[in-house]
């Protein structure tokens, strides 16, 4: 049987955000047993990056760091420089998964059970297919959901204005990088 919350053959892949509340919530009481899948999901979903950047964390990079860090990134697609914010929600759940699984540091952060590999990006839209699917959210989900959940309130905002690009309501609104690390670490998710 195929998944309900998978494309037909052929139709064009653009994946929703998860945009209540309460199917955020109900996706983090799903993954409640499940540290490493909650973690993924609530980082994910907290700061906005693509997948395939926080699936090449290792532990090392991150074990040491307390809520209200942040660490520089090199963005794979695009090359530049992002951080990654450890708000109090991203770290009780980085926590929860570290103090469970005795990962060494010289693991990926999301490590695949089939040995020290990370988990692909594949493997995270099949996830989030199945969250979204266990909790009858209809609509098309997969690994790139996680980032547009993060974006959903500044999509209306650019709406709102009628700019035709996010650059210009940034600009409009004077945002400067220290105001998102402090979005960053200040408005969580879950």
Same mark, same amino acid.
């Given at each position: 049987m195929q998944n309900a919350n998978h494309p037909k053959k052929g139709s064009r892949i653009a994946v929703?955000?998860?945009?209540?509340?309460? =199917?955020?919530?109900?996706?983090? #009481?799903?993954?409640?047993? @499940?540290?490493?899948?909650?973690?993924?999901?609530?980082?994910?979903?907290?700061?906005?990056?693509r997948t395939i950047d926080l699936l090449n964390l290792k532990v090392k990079d991150i074990r040491h760091l307390k809520s209200g860090d942040t660490i520089k990134i090199k963005e794979s697609k695009t090359g530049k420089t992002n951080i990654l914010a450890i708000n109090k929600t991203v770290y009780k759940a980085l926590r929860d998964y570290l103090g469970s699984e005795?990962?060494? =540091?010289?693991?990926?952060?999301? #490590?695949?059970?089939?040995? @020290?590999?990370?988990?692909?990006?594949?493997?995270?839209?099949?996830?989030?297919?199945?969250?979204?699917?266990d909790i009858n959210l209809k609509g098309n989900y997969g690994a790139h959901t996680l980032r547009k959940i993060f974006g959903v309130g500044f999509e209306i905002i650019c709406k709102r204005y009628n700019h035709?690009?996010?650059?210009?309501?940034?600009?409009?609104?004077?945002?400067?990088?220290?105001?998102?690390?402090?979005?960053?670490?200040?408005?969580?998710?879950?």
């Open positions: 929703d955000p998860i945009r209540k509340m309460k =199917d955020i919530k109900a996706i983090m #009481k799903l993954l409640s047993d @499940n540290p490493r899948d909650r973690l993924l999901f609530t980082i994910g979903i907290n700061n906005g990056l005795g990962l060494n =540091d010289g693991y990926y952060l999301f #490590k695949s059970r089939k040995g @020290n590999m990370a988990i692909q990006s594949q493997a995270v839209s099949k996830l989030v297919k199945k969250w979204t699917s035709s690009s996010p650059a210009i309501t940034m600009r409009y609104l004077g945002i400067e990088d220290k105001e998102v690390n402090e979005i960053l670490l200040n408005n969580e998710i879950g």
